[in-house]
Every structure is written in structure tokens, then in C-alpha cells.
């Protein structure tokens, strides 16, 4: 409820500032600064002509199906990597450099590859969730509590119920908050790819507000990318953590 | 004859002492034997290699005539600290064991039941495991170990971690299981009161050499009550054998 209404005066402060630097002081011009009212507007436009629901929903469908691919490919690296002294060794440290890649470093090699397509902008999500699924995924096995193996290896376990019964759900909090960090870079770099093409999505319509010099239309996309990205890490992630977490008594 | 002990000898560094050497014992069918010592005499060092969870530098073990070679369902081991899951309840942790041997459900729901009311929990076998106390843990991860019905049982200091009051109350269980059950269990302890109560036979370790210093037959008839004239003079005897004070 106070964070209701704090958000509500920050609103009334924005607006307030607007008025005041625009309209009384003509300190800015107005079509750099953006204003509540005119944001609105502008979501009530392109809530009316569709567009706007078109380009979250193509947005979510391709961060998902990238996200998708890129938890596998992360999970398969993870668990390679902890498995094999070598691969954790060798390959460990180069994934550890390429993880702190900015996702935007990998657009020209996707443009590249694929020309300004779908193809491409989901190169780049994998590219930017991908390493740091397999990073997480490492160190989620690594810290499953050594009693945990040890009785069930002495209860008989092979090597494939190990993984499945016991280091798999052993893991399986920390391999949660380490999905929900991929999914967070995952989004990032659904933007940084969006941008580039002109296939319809938040990111190409917040370039198109750009290219409108339509200030208002860029923020209102921001704001919805960030509401997007959130709302998909409060209500999924955060649920699954904490029923997994309230099951085992650590909440 | 199920386990036989073939002069192990243990060293972790090849600079350092041995921390366990000329060690051969035999462990007959349905005994139950104890090892004492004091701490970092190198207790648990000997159970993980019986488990198989480390190899010894040297010397043999064997079960029913097999050299032992890696862990295995033939030898459970209970630890100190429970090592139960908690992503399960106390039934499906009791399980565990059996679904990975591949038993049917029918015999696993069979067994758990049974050896949960062996250890007075069965009005708590669907609780998760974070809802029941430490001494609880224990007996949920003693009906776990007893349910998988292996060859030997092996015990590292099941209860040090409880109080001295649920302790002695486990112990006085675990006695009357063993009698209704007689399984061949080898339990560790550096509690000399614990092995003169527990054990058919005490193996002592003496205190820095990693050497059995001398085994005991313990002949007072079960069930055993810790302030009898017998019970008292032996727990003494050995209790200064522990401490290395001739
Ligand atoms: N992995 C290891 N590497 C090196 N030294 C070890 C290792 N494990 C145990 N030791 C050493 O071996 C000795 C015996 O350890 P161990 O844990 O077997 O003792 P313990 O008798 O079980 O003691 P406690 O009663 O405290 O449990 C100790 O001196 C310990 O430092
Ligand atoms: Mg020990």
C-alpha cells in the first residue's frame, strides 16, 4: 500500500516537473521530455490499434523460445563441466570470460550469420542466457552437500540415479534462482537483438519512437519492457523459489 | 563370516604416519561389534574405507569372501549427521534406498512400514523432514539403513549429535532392535559407556598409533543396564585403555 502511494507521487512529482520546466520556466523543449500524460496517451493509441499488444506478445514468444533453448544448452554445459575435471579445468575458465560479455557484443556475428531475421535476434538470447545458465548450473551441483551423495552411493546408487534422485533436487533452489538470473539476461538480450531488426517487437518499437522523435513512445515502451521482465520473474520465478524453498523448511 | 579386515593400513599423505595400520578383524554374522577411540584416532577413517567411500593404502577387505571395491547397497552406512533428503518425507526418505534396489511399491510401502514402527514413527511417516526433531532425524535415518536389509550395517556415531538424554534413549532402542532383528552391525563411538552397551565384542584403537589396541568380549547378557557391578568395572577398564593410561 505505501509503495502504492510512493508511486503515485513519483508520478505527480514527474508531472509536476514537467509543467515546471516546460511550461513555466522553458528550460526544455518539449519533445525531449516525456510526461505521464503523454505516455498515456500514447499506451491508449497503440492499445487501440493493436500494435502494442502484437509487439509484447511477438517479444515474450521469442524470449521464451530463446530462453527455452538456452536453458538446455546452459544445463548441458553445467553439468559437463562439473562432471568432467578436464572440461571444468579447461572450458570452465573461457566460459567464465564469455559470460561477462555485454549480450550486444554478439549482434554483429548474428547479423552475420542470419541477416536481420527471428533466427538472429534468438542467437543473441541464447548467446546472453546460455553461459550464464551453465555457470549457475555448475555451481549449484558443487555445493550439494557431500552427506547427501555419500548416503546414497552407500544405499547403491549408480551414477544416472545419482544425478536424477538425489543432485538434481539437491540443487534444484539454487539451480532456480540461477534460471531466473538467465532469464533476466535472457530479456536484456532480447532487447539488445530487437533492436536491431525490424521485425515487430518492443525493441524495434522503442527505435521507432526513436526514429519518430517520439519521446513519449519511448519511454512507454520502456516502462513495459521493464514491467514485462519483472512481472515474468515475480510471478513465475519467485513462486516456484519460494514453494520450493517453504517445502524443505528454509523459508 | 561376512567381513573380514586383512591388515589395512591408511595413510593420506605418503610423507605423513599412517593414521591406521595393522588393522585385522573379523566381523561374524549378526554380531554387533564396536570400535572405540578418541577423537581423530582415525574412527571414521576406517568406516568410509569398509563403505568403500576411500580406498585404503594398502591391505584387504572382504565381504562373504568378495574383496569390497567401492561403496555398495551390501554395506549402508548411517552418519552423524542424518543425510536425509529433504525434498522427501520421512516414509519416502525411508524408501529411498529400496527405489533405487528397484523393489516393487507394494514391498517398499511393506518394509517402511514396518521399520518405521520399529523405531516408534509411524504416526509421522508423512512428515517432512523439517518438522520433526534431530532425535526423530535419527531414527528415520536408522529405519532408512535397516529397510535396505543390507549385509553389515555401519554406524559412525549415529547419536553424538543429540543430547545426552535422546542419546542414552536411542541407544536403549537400538539395543531392542537389534535383539528382535540381529543384524550384523558395526558401530563407532567414542563413547567407551556406548560400545560396553551395544557391543557383543569392543574393538579399542589406541589413541595416536592407528593400531587396535586390544578387542573385548563382551559377555554381560542383553538387555544391559549401564550401573551394574560387571557393566561399570569393564566401561572403566576400557575407558582408561581409550585414554592410553596403563
Ligand atoms: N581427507 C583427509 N585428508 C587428510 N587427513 C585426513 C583426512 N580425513 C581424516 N584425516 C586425518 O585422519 C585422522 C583420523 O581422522 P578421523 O576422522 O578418522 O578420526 P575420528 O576417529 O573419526 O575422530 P572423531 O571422533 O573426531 O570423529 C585425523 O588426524 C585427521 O586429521
Ligand atoms: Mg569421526
Known amino acids: 500500500m505505501s509503495s502504492l502511494i510512493f508511486f503515485l507521487v513519483l508520478i505527480l512529482v514527474w508531472q509536476a516537473a514537467y509543467w515546471l520546466g516546460i511550461d513555466v520556466l522553458h528550460i526544455f523543449r518539449p519533445y525531449v521530455m516525456p510526461s505521464p500524460i503523454g505516455v498515456c496517451t500514447r499506451f491508449l493509441e497503440l492499445l487501440q490499434n493493436g500494435s502494442l499488444l502484437k509487439a509484447v506478445g511477438n517479444s515474450l514468444l521469442r524470449g521464451i523460445a530463446g530462453y527455452f533453448i538456452a536453458v538446455c544448452i546452459g544445463l548441458l554445459i553445467g553439468v559437463a563441466i562439473n562432471h568432467f575435471r578436464y572440461l571444468q579445468k579447461n572450458l570452465k575458465p573461457i566460459i567464465l570470460g564469455i559470460q561477462t560479455l555485454p549480450s550486444v557484443c554478439w549482434v554483429p556475428f548474428s547479423i552475420l550469420w542470419f541477416g536481420l531475421s527471428t533466427r538472429a535476434i534468438l542467437f543473441v538470447v541464447v548467446m546472453g542466457a546460455a553461459f550464464s545458465i551453465a555457470i549457475a548450473t555448475d555451481n549449484a551441483i558443487k555445493n550439494v552437500q557431500p552427506i547427501y551423495k555419500k548416503a546414497a552411493l552407500t544405499m547403491g546408487a549408480t551414477q544416472k540415479q545419482l544425478y536424477l534422485q538425489v543432485i538434481f533436487p539437491a540443487c534444484l533452489p539454487e539451480l532456480v534462482s540461477g534460471l531466473k538470473q538467465g532469464w533476466s539476461f535472457a530479456w536484456r538480450a532480447l532487447m539488445s537483438g530487437e533492436v536491431m531488426t525490424t521485425s515487430i517487437g518492443l525493441g524495434q518499437t522503442l527505435i521507432m519512437g526513436r526514429d519518430l522523435a517520439d519521446i513519449n513512445q519511448v519511454m512507454l515502451i520502456m516502462i513495459i519492457i521493464i514491467i514485462v521482465g519483472a512481472m515474468i520473474d515475480k510471478v513465475i520465478f519467485s513462486k516456484i523459489e519460494r514453494k520450493i524453498l517453504s517445502q524443505r523448511g528454509l523459508l | ?246
Open chain 2, 1 to 246: 563370516m561376512p567381513l573380514l579386515l586383512n591388515d589395512i593400513e591408511m595413510k593420506f599423505h605418503d610423507d605423513q604416519r599412517a593414521v591406521l595400520s595393522h588393522i585385522n578383524f573379523e566381523v561374524k554374522d549378526g554380531e554387533f561389534i564396536c570400535i572405540v577411540g578418541q577423537s581423530g584416532c582415525g574412527k571414521s577413517t576406517l568406516l568410509n574405507i569398509i563403505a568403500g567411500l576411500i580406498k585404503p593404502t594398502s591391505g584387504v577387505i572382504s565381504l562373504d569372501g568378495r574383496p569390497v571395491e567401492g561403496p555398495g547397497a551390501d554395506r549402508v552406512v548411517m552418519f552423524q549427521e542424518h543425510g536425509l533428503y529433504p525434498w522427501l518425507n520421512v516414509i519416502e526418505n525411508v524408501k529411498f534406498g529400496m527405489k533405487l534396489a528397484g523393489l516393487s511399491k507394494e514391498e517398499q510401502r511393506e518394509r517402511a512400514e514396518y521399520y518405521l514402527k520399529l523405531v516408534h514413527l509411524e504416526e509421522y511417516k508423512e512428515y517432512p523432514i523439517h518438522k520433526i526433531s534431530g532425535g526423530m532425524r535419527q531414527r528415520t535415518a536408522l529405519a532408512r539403513a535397516l529397510a535396505m536389509d543390507s549385509k553389515i550395517l555401519l554406524m559412525d556415531e549415529p547419536f553424538s549429535a543429540l543430547d545426552k538424554q535422546t542419546s542414552n534413549k536411542l541407544r536403549a532402542e537400538l539395543q531392542q532392535v537389534w535383539m528382535e532383528t540381529h543384524k550384523t552391525i558395526l558401530f563407532i563411538t567414542h563413547s567407551v559407556e556406548e560400545a560396553v552397551y551395544l557391543g557383543d565384542r569392543v574393538v579399542v584403537l589406541s589413541p595416536n598409533k592407528g593400531e587396535i589396541f586390544k578387542i573385548h568380549d563382551i559377555g554381560i547378557p542383553r538387555p544391559r543396564y549401564v550401573y551394574t557391578q560387571d557393566f561399570v568395572e569393564l566401561r572403566h577398564q576400557i575407558l582408561e585403555e581409550v585414554k592410553g593410561e596403563e
